[in-house]
């Protein structure tokens, strides 16, 4: 079974900084999902890779399939940003989800 | 705009009691999962169901029985609900394999006393 670590776990910076969250997994994957969940529960997703890199506004994940680890960076971080973003690892038997990093962009 | 929703965003039952939980899709995915959420603990399976009435045991299932009779409907029961099952309940929709992107509801906060 896949074994997903993320860190930090907690994460506190100021509007404008750029951000960085990592995910490690244990075995090898078809596919790396970041995904956001904001207070009150909903959880959307926002990147699917399996190769190289994909960026959608301010987000950028990257995944490096050899060293089997993965990173969301976030640029010109907004209050807005702050939420729980979690990784999940996807193979034959579904996704393997880390505990989350919990993200807090102050004004 | 696909959609998962849920019968409830929250729910008080007492122990004993049978809980059902649904969730309907209408984006025709053929795969449907029932998670549960804990501080802490993260994002866990209780099952998954691949098609109309098949389904199978994830990493929790114990305590926690599902039915899917028609393919945009799969429901969560706990039997004899107790207060260990306590949580924020989480279905989600994918299509094809696996491993492929989820959507999620807006989840259940279960409250069991």
């Known amino acids: 079974k896949n074994e997903v670590e993320q860190s930090p776990q907690n994460l506190t910076a100021q509007e404008g900084e750029f951000i960085t969250i990592n995910c490690s997994y244990s075995v090898g994957i078809s596919a790396l999902h970041w995904l956001q969940q904001h207070p009150g529960g909903g959880i959307v997703s926002l990147f699917m890779?399996?190769?190289g890199k994909k960026k959608h506004g301010r987000l950028i994940a990257t995944i490096n399939i050899q060293e089997k680890h993965s990173s969301l960076h976030i640029t010109a971080s907004h209050p807005r940003d702050s939420a729980v973003y979690i990784c999940a690892a996807g193979g034959a038997d579904g996704l393997t989800f880390g505990k989350g990093t919990h993200l807090i962009i102050q004004p | 705009d696909v959609k998962v929703t849920q019968s409830s965003r929250y729910l008080v039952k007492r122990t004993g009691e049978k809980v059902f939980l649904e969730c309907v899709q209408d984006?025709?995915?053929?795969?449907m999962f029932w998670y549960r959420q804990d501080p802490g603990l993260g994002l866990r399976l209780i099952y998954f169901?691949?098609?109309?009435?098949?389904?199978e045991k994830g990493d929790i299932p114990e305590g926690y029985s599902v039915s899917r009779e028609k393919k945009e409907r799969f429901s969560l029961i706990l039997e004899s609900a107790s207060t260990n099952q306590t949580s924020m309940y989480l279905c989600a929709s994918s299509q094809l394999v696996r491993y492929n992107e989820q959507f999620f509801g807006p989840g259940t906060r279960l409250t069991v006393l």
């Open positions: 890779l399996s190769s």
């Open positions: 984006m025709d995915h053929e795969n």
């Open positions: 169901s691949y098609d109309v009435k098949m389904k």
